[in-house]
């Protein structure tokens, strides 16, 4: 087994997933860049091993089980465990969402990769990450759905648009991560969620006003807790933010 930190990042070929890699990858770390299209994640993967990361791909579609599967096989060939995981992909989705207008489609595919896809590539990846002394996982959220900020005063609730696919979506993903907590309480493994701000990304057609890199802060640090550190809990670089 590699002595080095293995970490996968999912959605990692551009974006504050590309520069979570890079992050972690700046500690040392062997990182997998985990990446749908062959192109973007081959890109990627050549970007961070020229700026001195010791980075490989991992093809994944997080909406595919088979990816899954096969993602953990060839990281299980590769290093024979897991340390980290950072379950970053995600998608928008289609507009219109108000909830007036949204087409049901576009809350069930939004779900499916913000949500199902990251409970389907944490169960592939657990195994590997059973076999890790300090396992960590990294779910990416954000505070549009914190239900507390949305149901705040104007001056609290700087929660972007009404969305009533994308901001549920992360509220789903919070509880997720709180059940996963649960369940996994008495193990080494920690789970927290993270919001990286308001990011200037494809995500947002660069509307946001943070770096990726500034974005991509919270991750490297829920997935270097200490081994006593917090387990489903929702934090931003400012502290945690509430349900
Ligand atoms: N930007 C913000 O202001 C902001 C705020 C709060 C939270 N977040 C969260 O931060 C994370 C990263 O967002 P971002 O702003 O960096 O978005 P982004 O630039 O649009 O990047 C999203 C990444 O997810 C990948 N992805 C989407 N669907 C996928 C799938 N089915 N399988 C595998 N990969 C998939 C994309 O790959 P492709 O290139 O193949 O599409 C891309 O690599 C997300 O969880 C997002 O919800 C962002």
């Given at each position: ?168 979506s992360k509220t789903f993903l919070n509880a997720v991560t709180l059940q996963y907590a649960r369940e996994l309480s008495g193990t080494n493994i920690l789970i927290n969620a993270g919001c990286p701000g308001y990011v200037a990304t494809d995500l947002n057609g660069f509307r946001g006003v943070r770096t990726p890199e500034q974005g ?28």
């Amino acid at each position: 087994m590699s002595e080095r930190t293995i970490a996968l990042v999912t959605g990692a070929n551009k974006g504050i997933g590309y520069e979570i890699a890079a992050g972690l990858g700046a500690l040392g770390w062997s990182v997998g860049v985990g990446a749908r299209d062959e192109g973007r994640r081959k890109a990627a993967v050549e970007k961070l091993r020229a700026a001195g990361v010791d980075a490989f791909g991992v093809p994944l579609d997080v909406t595919d089980d088979a990816s899954a599967t096969a993602a953990a096989r060839l990281i299980e060939d590769r290093a024979g465990r897991l340390d980290v995981l950072v379950n970053n992909a995600a998608i928008a989705g289609a507009t219109p969402q108000e909830p007036t207008r949204v087409d049901p489609d576009t809350i069930r595919t939004v779900v499916e990769t913000n949500v199902i896809g990251v409970i389907r590539v944490t169960n592939a990846m657990l195994p590997l990450l059973r076999r890790s002394a300090s396992p960590r996982i990294v779910n990416m959220s954000s505070s549009v759905g914190s239900l507390t900020r949305q149901s705040g005063t104007a001056a609290e609730s700087a929660t972007g648009p009404v969305a009533v696919a994308y901001a549920p979506s992360k509220t789903f993903l919070n509880a997720v991560t709180l059940q996963y907590a649960r369940e996994l309480s008495g193990t080494n493994i920690l789970i927290n969620a993270g919001c990286p701000g308001y990011v200037a990304t494809d995500l947002n057609g660069f509307r946001g006003v943070r770096t990726p890199e500034q974005g991509a802060a919270i991750a490297v640090t829920l997935a270097t807790l200490p081994d006593d550190g917090p387990t489903g809990r929702f934090f931003e670089d400012a502290g945690v933010v509430p349900w």
